[in-house]
């Protein structure tokens, strides 16, 4: 089913409302539509049509898109993070936000919060400074105007740097440094610009990551299916916990499983360790098997959706994204 879209602003059609001295009913016969679609409208509890939109923005003599963002997303922000490195984290962000914005239209953003900026070169885009995660971080700037196109339709990402490696550093020098990133996302929350945002984030559970995970409604952990990819998972789930005392909102959607090789016995062995360590959380029936053309993908710089439809990686990322879209709000 394809996500709702489309805002109408109920609380500024109340104020308008107010400033003309017009009752509800006033509005709503002049407006052509019942009184109880103005009182929903106003208390938020749902969405109306353009048509209805429109004949409230004549009566009320303010342009509709005063009042009303056709193309308004409904945007979930997915946070990949792990606090342990080479886990096929950037991997899997490409590969889950190339397979969201392929299904019902869905606009995507990918974040870039890793300073290896491995993501970004695997697609191609060149390293600036200018217009990167830290300058926007730096300036305090809403990242709207950061934004670059990827090359794949209805998919952009706002590119990392080098500099990020002292961003924890630069970030607890400011006011208000837990926020920076909610502030720098305001405009793109605000506007509806996007269905999915997919964060990239580096293994450092610093401020950068609290900022991120701040603001989230889903993190996904990436998890290696060996002895040293399970070793340590509480850190990070402890790390989401107490993040959840800020932000309630905050789920962890699921654990991924990644760089899966069933050919070896040793897979089922952890396979059976990962469910017994967290039988209260979900793990995802898709999972990311070791894959050959992921890393030739990586040399052309493609992502393996584009290099190679067919390939096994695809088609598993490609499940992975309907199982976000089935779970995730």
């Known amino acids: 089913m394809a996500r709702q879209r489309g805002k109408i602003f109920g609380e ?43 004949a409230i923005a004549l009566v009320l003599e303010v342009r509709l898109e005063e009042i009303y963002i056709e193309d308004f997303r409904n945007t979930t922000i997915l946070t990949l993070s792990n606090s342990k490195g080479g886990v096929g984290k950037t991997s899997s962000v490409l590969g889950l936000a190339h397979a969201l914005s392929r299904i019902d239209g869905n606009k995507v953003l990918i974040v870039e919060a890793d300073m290896q900026r491995n993501l970004s070169f695997g697609l191609g885009i060149p390293e600036n400074t200018g217009m990167s995660l830290y300058a926007a971080l730096m300036r305090e700037d809403n990242f709207a105007g950061y934004i670059q ?6 998919l952009d990402i706002i590119i990392a740097d080098y500099s990020l490696a002292t961003v924890d550093f630069e970030l607890s020098r400011k006011q208000y440094q837990e926020t920076i990133f909610q502030r720098g996302m ?60 800020v932000n309630h909102k905050l ?19 952890a396979d059976r360790a990962l469910e017994s360590v967290f039988d209260n959380v979900r793990i995802f029936d898709s999972y990311i098997s070791i894959d050959t053309n992921v890393k030739k993908a990586q040399w052309s710089r493609e992502h393996i959706s584009e290099f190679d439809p067919r390939s096994r990686a695809a088609k598993q990322y490609m499940a992975l994204a309907k199982e976000v879209v089935k779970y995730g709000k």
């Open 12 to 54: 500024k059609i109340r104020h308008l409302r107010d400033e003309r001295e017009l009752t509800q009913s006033a509005l709503a016969d002049k407006a052509g539509i019942s009184i109880m679609q103005i009182k929903n409208i106003e208390i938020g509890r749902n969405g109306t049509t353009k048509e209805v939109a429109a």
């Open 149 to 154: 196109p990827t090359g794949t339709d209805n």
């Open 186 to 245: 305001s405009e793109i929350l605000e506007k509806g610009m996007y269905d999915y945002v997919v964060v990239d984030t580096s293994p450092n559970l610093g401020l950068l990551n609290f900022n991120i995970l701040s603001i989230s409604d889903y993190v996904i952990v990436p998890v290696e299916l060996s002895a040293y990819g399970l070793q340590g998972l509480d850190t990070i789930f402890r790390y989401i916990n107490k993040i959840k005392e």
């Open 251 to 269: 789920e962890i959607l699921g654990v991924l499983k990644t760089k899966v090789d069933r050919r070896e016995a040793v897979t089922d062995t």
